[in-house]
């Protein structure tokens, strides 16, 4: 079992950043592959990025490629989802995930934060 808690979401100007954390606790961290997924009010969760195990591989969604990047400190046990230039479309409920699998596909994940929100003011 993986609890993930995250955390940095906030209010900011379009334009702006913002770091989200995500820490992991119980089984060994280093062993999965981490995923920020985000959910827009009245739109499905959809993929944002993805990191194996290792952090030698990411991916990121067409949307936010060259403006955000994903990174991890296994010895923190923590994820995070650096977010420039930020977009007022990218306002959502950002969630991170882990799993065995490196995917962008939500239904891969065995194991989800509680999220945490992030609004971008136009």
């Known amino acids: 079992q993986v609890q993930l808690v995250e955390s940095g979401g906030g209010l900011v100007q379009a334009g702006g950043s913002l770091r989200l954390s995500c820490v992991a606790s119980?089984?060994?961290?280093?062993?999965?592959?981490m995923g920020w997924f985000r959910q827009a009010p009245g739109k499905e969760r959809e993929f944002v990025a993805t990191i194996s195990w290792s952090g030698y591989s990411t991916y990121y969604a067409d949307s936010v490629k060259g403006r955000f990047t994903i990174s991890r400190d296994n010895a923190k046990n923590t994820v995070y989802l650096q977010m420039n230039s930020l977009e007022h479309e990218d306002t959502a409920v950002y969630y991170c995930a882990a799993d065995d699998r490196m995917s962008p596909r939500l239904g891969e994940y065995d194991y989800w934060g509680q999220g945490t929100q992030v609004t971008v003011s136009s």
């Open positions: 119980g089984r060994t961290f280093s062993r999965y592959n």
